[in-house]
């Protein structure tokens, strides 16, 4: 089996992040304002995932995606699980728009269901911009965990 790595995007993959992410109708990414990761299989790209700064207090954990060929191995768990770690938001609220079949997973790393506790303005109008008719067609569901 093919090792995983994780490793901060660099700012010239910008364009190829983003077309993966187009490819799923995922938000495009903002170097600026993200942590970014890429995690590989041996030399293959396999995945990518966020951290994207709300405001000082929160952070959004997000556009976990794992490309088809990759599935099954463990990629998003190693992409979640180096986000967490190496949060460099510090002290923060992080929040997660999975989808409602992921609830297990990401408990794994701490998250709660919080659909019932004030998260900001932008967490609920993405919550709500992800559960729009139009978008993908499975519930997406409000996770939050304090770091």
């Given at each position: 089996?093919?090792?995983?790595?994780?490793?901060?995007?660099?700012?010239n993959?910008i364009?190829?992040?983003?077309?993966?992410?187009?490819?799923?109708d995922?938000?495009k990414?903002?170097?600026?304002?993200?942590?970014?990761?890429?995690?590989?299989?041996?030399?293959?790209?396999?995945?990518?995932?966020r951290?994207?700064?709300?405001?000082?207090?929160?952070?959004?954990?997000?556009?976990?995606?794992?490309?088809p060929?990759y599935?099954?191995?463990?990629?998003?768990?190693?992409?979640?699980?180096?986000?967490?770690?190496?949060?460099?938001?510090g002290e923060?609220t992080?929040?997660?728009?999975?989808?409602?079949?992921l609830?297990?997973?990401?408990?794994?790393?701490?998250?709660?269901?919080?659909?019932?506790i004030?998260?900001?303005?932008?967490?609920?109008?993405?919550?709500?911009?992800c559960?729009?008719?139009?978008?993908?067609?499975?519930?997406?569901?409000?996770?939050?965990?304090?770091?």
């Amino acid at each position: 089996m093919k090792t995983i790595t994780v490793k901060q995007a660099e700012k010239n993959e910008i364009n190829w992040i983003n077309a993966k992410y187009g490819e799923v109708d995922f938000v495009k990414s903002n170097y600026e304002s993200e942590y970014i990761v890429i995690a590989k299989v041996g030399n293959n790209n396999a995945g990518l995932g966020r951290l994207v700064k709300v405001d000082n207090k929160n952070i959004e954990l997000g556009g976990i995606y794992v490309f088809p060929n990759y599935r099954g191995l463990g990629v998003a768990e190693n992409i979640v699980r180096n986000l967490c770690e190496k949060n460099p938001f510090g002290e923060t609220t992080l929040w997660c728009l999975p989808f409602e079949n992921l609830l297990k997973f990401y408990t794994k790393f701490g998250f709660e269901n919080r659909e019932n506790i004030k998260a900001p303005e932008k967490v609920i109008s993405k919550l709500n911009w992800c559960n729009s008719e139009s978008k993908y067609g499975k519930k997406v569901i409000l996770l939050c965990k304090t770091n």
